[in-house]
């Protein structure tokens, strides 16, 4: 079956760790996304990329930092620098970037 | 920025009812989309519109893309239980900077 996977569902972080979130899709999109939800509120853009190398700062992009070597992936990091990274994270992709946007299953990141 | 409203927050209706929600923008937006979000899991792509006027049906729903261009809505006939959620409506405009830009979602609650 085509279709985008995060991994893993739940993760936890301890004060001052960087963690990495996982985002595959198998749908040979070329832009891919990363969102963050929090609760009562629309999704914010965290970075996107249109083609593999390359990347773009979205709206919040700060604390977070991305790769894109592979088309098909598009890992996120959280990193220490990001002060409140409680959230649900959503990565997404399309065929283009003007295209509709697929979204994955999410990725709850919690706080210990 | 562009934004998009939608209200209210939350709307509670009664199994078998009709449901209407829509989508506002002060600026004009090229493509709208509408998403569903169950608890815990990405949003779902319910309808898309490209055109200004068009009107569009997927099951028990349907959506129209409104003239102005700055406002969309959607309608869910007969609702029931499994309606429950939250619907996102996104917009685009076009460019080549162009992002897809979301509202901040209505929860809806489906009394059986």
């Known amino acids: 079956d085509g279709g985008i996977t995060q991994s893993p569902k739940y993760l936890f972080r301890k004060e001052g760790q960087n963690v990495t979130l996982s985002c595959e899709q198998n749908l040979n999109h070329d832009a891919m996304y990363w969102y963050r939800q929090d609760p009562g509120q629309g999704l914010r853009l965290i970075y996107y990329?249109?083609?593999?190398?390359?990347?773009q700062k979205g709206d919040i992009a700060e604390g977070y930092s991305v790769s894109r070597e592979k088309k098909e992936s598009f890992p996120l990091t959280v990193t220490s620098a990001q002060k409140n990274p409680t959230a649900f994270y959503l990565c997404a992709s399309s065929i283009q970037r003007q295209e509709t946007q697929y979204f994955g299953p999410g990725t709850r990141l919690l706080v210990l | 920025g562009q934004q998009l409203n939608q209200s209210p927050q939350s709307m509670f209706i009664q199994e078998g009812e009709d449901v209407s929600m829509n989508c506002t923008s002060s600026s004009i937006f090229n493509t709208w989309l509408w998403y569903k979000q169950d608890p815990g899991e990405g949003p779902v792509l319910l309808i898309a519109?490209?055109?200004?006027?068009e009107l569009t049906s997927n099951g028990r729903l349907t959506a129209q893309f409104g003239i102005t261009r700055k406002d969309s809505f959607l309608n869910i006939s007969a609702s029931i239980p499994s309606d429950v959620g939250i619907y996102f409506c996104?917009?685009?405009?076009?460019?080549?900077?162009?992002?897809?830009?979301f509202g901040k979602g209505i929860t809806l609650s489906v009394r059986p």
């Open positions: 519109l490209y055109k200004a006027g």
């Open positions: 990329s249109q083609i593999v190398n390359d990347f």
């Open positions: 996104a917009g685009r405009t076009t460019g080549a900077n162009s992002k897809l830009t």
